[in-house]
């Protein structure tokens, strides 16, 4: 098991590449704005730190044009051997991958037009040190941009202490591996001390009844037994409230006029001064 393996709390089996999948079309407009907002040059280099199976490389491949140059970092062989393949299939000369560990890995300096990364910082430890590490690696004028949670705000309605405890157990699963699910109140002030000048901030909170999109990908999360089994290994849920949520779940979904709200997706984004 590498370093980024260990962190990366959730795993990287079929499961999660769908449920990141899921995660995507849910969040991706949110994504796709934000990236709109910060106006990608054609020709760009880009780094996309802890890409997961690729679900953003063709948005940042079309914002950088034919002749830019895409980097996809990631700790998973088979996402990158995934990725490798697709390329291969679409022809996609300017994608290259590197199986790397986030924790201590270097880019090269001075040469990044941008460097995104999403649901990622919130699993490693030590943020406010990759981020000065990274800085560096920007051309100027070049971003740093970052897509993470800050998990206040979670709750359902009508209350469920299950659906409570399972919450805390998830926190817990971040805290214990070295992660942090609120790192997105750290970003601002990270980029700041590493000479960044903010340049994007912007809340997102989604929220929905049973139906919904933002309340079936909770769905799907929070019964998924192998989160579950998680929860209790590594969180600290137990056996009682894992019953306890198994219980009152199906009544919270039952409910006339049931609410998730989802925690708060940050974007922020740091520019690093042109001269």
């Known amino acids: 098991m590498t370093e980024q393996e260990h962190h990366y709390v959730l795993g990287r089996d079929d499961e999660e590449t769908g449920r ?3 995660q995507n079309a849910l969040w991706g407009p949110i994504t796709e704005g934000f990236l709109d907002r910060l106006n990608i040059p054609k020709g760009a280099r880009i780094a996309e730190l802890g890409c997961g199976p690729g ?12 002749n830019g140059q895409i980097e996809a970092y990631d700790g998973a062989a088979h996402w990158l051997s995934s990725i490798d393949s697709r ?5 996609w000369e300017n994608v290259s991958t590197f199986e790397a560990d986030l924790c201590d890995f270097e880019l090269e300096e001075g040469a ?3 460097i995104f990364s999403r649901w990622v910082f919130s699993f490693l430890p030590d943020p406010e040190a990759i981020i000065a590490r990274l800085s560096k690696a920007l051309k100027p004028g070049g971003v740093l941009a970052i897509e993470d949670y800050n998990h206040h705000g979670v709750s359902s309605f009508p209350h469920s202490d299950g659906f409570v405890a399972v919450i805390e157990a998830t926190r817990q699963m971040y805290f214990g591996q070295g992660g942090d699910p609120f790192v997105a109140g750290r970003l601002p002030i990270a980029m700041s001390s590493a ?3 903010l340049c994007d901030l912007n809340p997102t909170v989604l929220a929905g009844g049973p139906e919904s999109g933002v309340f ?5 999360f929070f019964t998924s037994e192998s ?3 998680n929860m209790q290994e590594l969180g600290g849920l137990s056996d009682a409230d894992r019953a306890l949520f198994k219980e009152e779940w199906p009544v919270v979904c039952a409910t006339p006029g049931a609410m998730f709200y989802s925690p708060i997706l940050m ?9």
């Open 195 to 197: 000479g960044l000048e």
């Open 267 to 275: 974007d922020v984004a740091g520019k690093r001064p042109s001269s």
């Open 112 to 114: 990044y037009d941008l």
């Open 87 to 91: 390329a291969a299939e679409k022809g």
């Open 20 to 22: 990141l999948a899921a």
């Open 216 to 220: 079936q990908w909770a769905h799907r």
């Open 55 to 66: 679900l953003m490389l063709e948005s940042l491949r079309r914002r950088a044009g034919v």
């Open 227 to 229: 989160q579950l089994d």
